[in-house]
């Protein structure tokens, strides 16, 4: 039997958007899905274009509640499913019509497989594809430390070239057993791929767009860089501790050369010294990323890393 796919659509302030992603999930070529829609607490008229979706397709499943934040109503909707896999949505992102089958068919031919992301193009806020511009050049410029390095884990530290949630096709085994999404405004797919990457096998279907990603103004990753850059400088600390990133064993010089390569890519040396410390006092991913959210832990760690 081919397995149920849930599509999680966490939906916030994307009146433009989400109708056109929603569509592109539930017009998926493969059919056996089913399509969670949460309303994060809009104050636009997100909840109405849901509310009209949802009275439209009986496969879809909505769901409304106050604002919680992308990664706490992922989980939430992660609950609510009834796949084996999971998929997730972003409401101002695409999927291409074939995103579900392709990733099916990847898992099927290789039921190891906990985890699938492919490649990404980008669109304009008007749907256009990008095909030069400043995110296109870093994503071609993100990818070339993969093949200098041939290292999946440690390229997406380097640059994350997966780019979003909406990339991700993982089984929901493995959402469980990586605790699900942590409490990071701007780095949980971060977090959740590096996790995910430690606890099972998982594929970069290289050379095949699997989703749209919409670049407009209001892209979360667009706010104050200096607490992105914390997020990432974080989620990096917990990686070298406790993932194995298979460049810490069996040195040689052309390991040594990938890493200090990755640290002058950073440049964040000092900042990932003390967060690594922090974290050892700490002992505990979940409580880390809870900690380094609070407002005052959060100002002062700025500080300290130089950051304003």
């Known amino acids: 039997m081919l397995p149920l796919v849930s599509i999680i659509i966490p939906a916030y302030n994307h009146e433009k958007y989400v109708e056109q992603a929603v569509l592109s999930a539930v017009n998926q070529i ?10 994060d607490g809009s104050t636009d008229k997100t909840p109405t274009v849901c509310e009209r979706l949802a009275d439209q397709f009986q496969v879809i499943r909505y769901f409304s509640h106050s604002n919680m934040g992308a990664h706490c109503t992922i989980n939430k909707g992660i609950r609510e499913a009834r796949g084996q896999y999971i998929a997730v949505l972003n409401s101002d992102d695409i999927f291409l019509p074939d995103k579900i089958e392709r990733c099916v068919e990847l898992v099927g031919s290789d039921n190891s497989l906990q985890l699938v992301c492919g ?16 995110s296109v050049d870093w994503l071609n410029r993100s990818k070339l430390f993969l093949n ?27 959402w469980e057993k990586v ?13 959740f791929l590096m996790a995910a990457f430690r606890s099972g ?15 407009h103004a209001a892209n979360t990753i667009k706010e104050k860089l200096s607490n992105v850059r914390l997020e990432i400088a974080a989620v990096i600390a917990v990686s070298f501790i406790v993932d194995n990133i298979k460049i810490f064993h069996d040195i040689d010089i052309t390991k040594l050369s990938i890493f200090f390569k990755f640290m002058e890519n950073k440049g964040m040396s000092k900042q990932l010294v003390f967060l690594m410390m922090y974290y050892q006092s700490i002992g505990n991913r979940e409580l880390f990323y809870r900690e380094l959210e609070k407002g005052s832990n959060k100002q002062m ?7 304003k």
Do not use: A, W
């Open 201 to 215: 096998n998982y594929l970069y279907d290289k050379d095949r767009v699997h989703i749209k990603y919409r670049v």
């Open 119 to 134: 490649d990404v193009s980008f669109i304009d806020d008007k749907s256009k594809v990008q095909n030069k511009g400043l």
């Open 148 to 174: 200098y390095s041939r290292l999946l884990p440690l390229s997406i530290l380097n640059e994350n070239f997966f780019v979003t949630t909406s990339n991700m096709f993982f089984s929901k085994k493995i």
């Open 301 to 307: 760690l700025l500080s300290l890393m130089g950051e």
């Open 30 to 39: 493969y059919t056996n899905i089913e399509v969670i829609l949460l309303n």
């Open 179 to 191: 605790n699900g999404f942590q409490s990071l405004r701007y780095c949980h797919d971060l977090d």
